[in-house]
């Protein structure tokens, strides 16, 4: 008979302990160990007993047969959440590179005590008929968020059994509490104070039984998906298809197949799409048994959550990233929604990866993986192309509304031809156009902030942060920031290298654009939505809801208004530059281009009314720029994959980027050539060292080399090297870090 290993981390007391340990399974347990279990094992000179984690079982001994211990026991029968979730960090610690403890702590909820909160409610004290007449009379009035409010109350009559959670009222709902007193003067509402946890809303049976029946294309997804996972061979599922292609109405049969079976989901959705009506959609099917995570759940209130689920109080969870370590029992089920999307990426140490983490969380618990996406990351379609997964793809819209046409205008013709503005002349006819019949707009900027960067005319000095070697960015006080480390200067007259009096601004940011469009159409009501008018909490469902209530005619803003969110209203969408992306220098940047031409060319014509769409460009003859006109993801895949092919860039190969930080410049380089020596040893390409794109933040110099390889293995075997040696020279991690497969360039 084989012998079985099983590798092993001690419980999470013995913190100091950073590594795992192989013990021999005994005869009685083979085939019997999973990762997770808890077992008891000898340990040190003294063969004490204690607890540990099986990592994983093999049949290969990593050191001496004859050396090597043998585990005693199961401690615990089942594999419990806790052991899972030691598993899961060891796997996440060894595949990105990290600490043990920093793994345990990304997985591990932050244990906090938590004073019992006291919650708010706001019950209905009228009847629909009585709130209908409410609602007609405050919008004859024009008090817009009393209308949101009694319009939620309405739509809400049954699954909320009359109590509405105050916080939602005043935070997503975006309405103030003067509006909340005023109704609760006039008998509508009242404002109630509990002590315990109460669920947002109420389960109701025939809310439950509203659910839509689903096409056949549908259908067949959904079969796959539980026929597999019934035969006990649960995979992982790429659904491409358009928003409006009823996607989420997949995820929620699919979430419903798995808690009738007795199990729980995980339902990912990236912050920036996580919208209200989403999340009302899977409460009205799922009632008190789902829960949401975000980021404005306060840390007591997050700990909640995963007190629930582990207390099996809820089966769904929906949230980013982090809602995949929801400690619940029996994982039958975890989606991914927009699953291209970066903000799947961790960019801090441990710097994992939602997809493939789901993935290992899937495997612990015989789970599915369901990923959708309208442009599927180039990695999941190229693997679901392999056969790794098995593809899905929806191809109508059901929620009627066609493709917009597109018109792209080449911004080096318009020049010639005498047009100096930032609007093309195509952009403008089509804006008056719309003005003149009522309807709505979006002007989309591939960038953040009012200025870019400020340079000198005549001898090209770039104005830069002293402490960061980025650009600096001119504010409207005229002065100049980094964004960064916050450094600030007045702008100066003259240019401190020529003493040239011609230094400007590049000024293409959201703010002139917003100005250029006043002086174009006087009148014009605008909104605008980038990194500055968004800093608080709220500003960003404000902004949103006053352009669905038709609040302005135009909304300016950059990526953030092109992601998931639907304004029926809107039939113009200009892209005012869409190569700025095109120009980043990383593998990504055409990717990234064409998803978000893609997003925003599709915001147009989503209601009754066919959609135009103009993207302004200096590269209209490249492929991310026609096929995002064309919507076509195939013809850009297609094109995409060669290049990746051909430059041994992820999915073709992967990609291990090693940072160095270091306070004095020529330790840091030192260092990082040393590392990227050792490296190159062992015969594998590496790109580099060099000054990180940004070569300097706080006074932290910035080195980075990169290790190509076809296997990701062979990676993850130079990043244990590296971490060797760096322990034999007694460096401190802080020093150095890993990031696989990096989304940008560093
Ligand atoms: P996606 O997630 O791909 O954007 P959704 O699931 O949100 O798509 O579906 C888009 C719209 O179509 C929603 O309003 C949804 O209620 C509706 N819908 C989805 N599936 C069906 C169906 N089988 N029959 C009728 N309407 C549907
Ligand atoms: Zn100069
Ligand atoms: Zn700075």
Redesign the pocket.
Do not use: C, F, M, P
């Given at each position: 008979m084989r012998e079985q290993y099983a590798d092993i981390i001690v419980d999470i007391s013995h913190e100091k302990l950073d590594k795992s340990f192989q013990y021999r399974v005994p005869p009685h347990l083979r085939d019997r160990l999973e990762p997770g279990m808890c077992v008891q094992i000898p340990f040190g000179n003294g063969n004490r007993l204690i607890k540990g984690y099986v990592l994983a079982v093999g049949d290969e001994c990593k050191f001496d047969p004859a050396r090597t211990k043998e585990l005693l026991g199961i401690a615990e029968k089942d594999a419990d959440a806790t052991g899972r979730m030691v598993a899961l960090a060891a796997w996440i610690r060894q595949n990105y590179g990290s600490t043990m403890i920093q793994a345990l702590k990304t997985v591990l909820p932050a244990k906090k005590t938590v004073k019992k909160q006291e919650k708010r409610f706001v019950e209905v004290r009228m009847n629909r008929e009585e709130l209908r007449s409410l609602l007609g009379e405050s919008l004859r009035k024009k008090q817009p968020a009393k209308a949101r409010l009694l319009t939620a109350l309405l739509e809400q009559w049954e699954e909320t059994a009359g109590a509405i959670p105050y916080q939602w009222i005043t935070g997503k709902l975006n309405v103030a509490a003067g509006t909340v007193n005023s109704l609760e003067k006039a008998g509508a509402i009242r404002v109630v104070t509990t002590e315990q946890f109460r669920n947002p809303v109420r389960f109701s049976e025939e809310a439950a039984r509203e659910r839509?029946?689903?096409?056949p294309d549908?259908q067949h997804i959904v079969d796959a998906v539980l026929g597999d996972f019934d035969e006990g061979n649960p995979g992982t599922y790429l659904i491409h298809?358009?928003?409006?292609?009823?996607?989420?109405?997949?995820?929620m049969e699919l979430v419903e197949g798995v808690l009738k079976r007795g199990k729980q989901a995980i339902v990912l959705i990236p912050e920036i799409a996580l919208t209200y009506q989403t999340l009302l959609?899977f409460y009205r099917r799922f009632g008190d048994r789902v829960s949401i995570l975000n980021s404005t759940l306060s840390p007591g209130e997050k700990y909640d959550q995963c007190e629930r689920a582990k207390r099996g109080e809820i089966d769904v969870i929906i949230g980013p990233r982090s809602a995949l370590f929801t400690p619940f029992p029996n994982i039958g089920l975890i989606v991914m929604?927009e699953e291209h999307e970066g903000s799947y990426k961790s960019e801090s140490t441990p710097k994992y990866h939602a997809r493939e983490t789901a993935m290992e969380v899937a495997r612990l618990h015989g789970a599915s993986v369901v990923l959708?996406s309208?442009t599927p990351s180039l990695e999941s379609y190229y693997r679901a192309k392999r056969g790794e997964y098995k593809l899905f793809t929806?191809r109508e819209?059901?929620?009627g509304g066609s493709l917009p046409a597109v018109y792209t205008v080449d911004l080096r013709e318009e020049l010639k031809s005498g047009n100096r503005s930032i609007f093309s002349v195509k952009l403008q006819e089509l804006l008056a156009d719309r003005l003149g019949r009522g309807q709505q707009s979006m002007l989309f900027l591939n960038r953040r902030g009012y200025a870019g960067f400020v340079s000198c005319r005549a001898c090209g000095e770039v104005m830069k942060c002293p402490h960061c070697d980025v650009s600096l960015a001119e504010h409207r006080d005229g002065r100049l920031v980094c964004h960064y480390c916050g450094y600030s200067q007045p702008k100066p007259k003259l240019c401190p290298k020529c003493g040239s009096r011609y230094i400007l601004g590049f000024r293409a940011g959201t703010q002139q654009i917003e100005e250029k469009l006043r002086e174009l159409f006087p009148g014009v009501r605008t909104l605008r939505m980038d990194g500055d008018t968004t800093k608080t909490k709220d500003s960003y469902e404000k902004i949103l809801s006053a352009f669905a209530n038709e609040e302005a005619d135009v909304l300016i803003g950059t990526q953030m208004i092109v992601k998931g969110h639907d304004f029926p209203k809107v039939t113009l969408v200009g892209i005012l530059a869409a190569d700025l992306s095109l120009s980043a220098a990383d593998y990504r940047a055409g990717e990234r281009t064409f998803q978000l031409l893609t997003q925003a060319v599709g915001r147009a014509g989503r209601g009754a009314a066919a959609g135009e769409a103009v993207i302004q460009t200096y590269q209209p003859e490249h492929y991310a720029v026609t096929r995002a006109a064309k919507q076509d993801y195939e013809g850009f895949y297609q094109e995409e994959v060669l290049y990746r092919e051909l430059g041994g860039y992820p999915p073709a190969a992967h990609m291990l980027a090693v940072q160095i930080f270091a306070a004095e410049e020529p330790a840091g380089a030192e260092l990082a050539g040393k590392l990227a020596d050792a490296v190159r040893g062992e015969g594998a390409a590496v790109l580099g060292p060099a000054a990180a794109s940004i070569g300097k933040i706080n006074d932290i110099y910035r080195f980075v080399f990169y290790v190509k390889h076809e296997d990701y293995g062979q990676l993850v075997r130079v990043k244990d090297q590296l971490e060797e040696l760096l322990l034999r020279w007694q460096l401190g991690n802080g020093q150095v870090q890993f990031d696989f497969d990096p989304m940008h360039c560093l």
């Open positions: 839509r029946r689903l096409s549908q298809g358009i928003t409006g292609s009823g996607k989420t109405e997949v995820y959609r929604d959708g309208a929806l819209r059901l929620t």
